[in-house]
Antibody, heavy 123, light 111 residues
Framework: EVQLVESGGGLVQPGGSLTLSCAAS????????MTWVRQPPGKGLEWVSV???????YYADSVKGRFTVSRDNSKNTLSLQMNSLRVEDTAVYYC?????????????????WGQGTTVTVSS | QSALTQPPSASGSPGQSVTISCTGT?????????VSWYQQHPGKAPKLMIY???QRPSGVPDRFSGSKSGSTASLTVSGLQAEDEADYYC???????????FGGGTKLTVL
């Protein structure tokens, strides 16, 4: 079964750091493009970052320079290192697989989502 | 990159059809065919319903259809059912640096 399971969320003070993990099963993280999407309480979805199979990474302006996405091919996991956290980073964070039929063609849509992990930034 | 514009709410009776709009710009919806729609029930993760404007993933009922005209995309849900009541989000590719931008979401109520 294709599945994503996030972990690592929690309560952190402003200015603190947190690392989220996303364990994949049923497919290989390194051969897909993977994203992080977040959803503040009661609000809509916001794209956070993407990592392509070739390793290139991109970030939303709101997190650029503070967040780093990476993957561990041996563990088939995706990670999001979050530094200098702000109150406005409070959200449910989802990891999601990018939809693709293969051959480096991208639909720029997310077809598999984790259940989400909650990050609360508060003093 | 600004969010795409969706109406905050929409509603319809069982069996009716409802259409949700998603307005972007020439930098996103108007420039790419990579428009997607997601359904999200309370407390659940989003689910991909439409990709590439009008393509349905396997398992999504054909009651869900998508279209695009210029910088506005639309999701139509035909033959409304109680389980269609959810939040719906559109998204569009917005270039390599911005990847995708989402709409603010539309709460669909089945009366």
């Amino acid at each position: 079964e294709v599945q994503l399971v996030e972990s690592g969320g929690g309560l952190v003070q402003p200015g603190g750091s947190l690392t989220l993990s996303c364990a994949a099963s049923g497919f290989t993280v390194s051969t897909n493009y993977m994203t992080w999407v977040r959803q503040p309480p009661g609000k809509g979805l916001e794209w956070v970052s993407v990592i392509y199979s070739a390793g290139s990474t991109y970030y939303a302006d709101s997190v650029k320079g503070r967040f780093t996405v990476s993957r561990d091919n041996s563990k088939n996991t995706l990670s999001l290192q979050m530094n200098s956290l702000r109150v406005e980073d409070t959200a449910v964070y989802y990891c999601a697989r990018g939809a693709t039929p293969g051959n480096y063609y991208y639909y720029y849509a997310m077809d598999v989502w984790g259940q989400g992990t909650t990050v609360t930034v508060s003093s | 990159q600004s969010a795409l514009t969706q109406p905050p709410s929409a509603s319809g009776s069982p069996g009716q059809s409802v259409t949700i709009s998603c307005t972007g710009t020439s930098s996103d919806v108007g420039n790419y065919k990579y428009v997607s729609w997601y359904q999200q029930h309370p407390g659940k993760a989003p689910k991909l319903m439409i990709y590439e404007v009008n393509q349905r993933p396997s398992g999504v009922p054909d009651r869900f259809s998508g279209s695009k005209s210029g910088s506005t995309a639309s999701l139509t849900v035909s033959g409304l059912q109680a389980e269609d009541e959810a939040d719906y989000y559109c998204s569009s590719y917005a270039g390599s640096n911005d990847f995708v931008v989402f709409g603010g979401g539309t709460k669909l109520t089945v009366l």
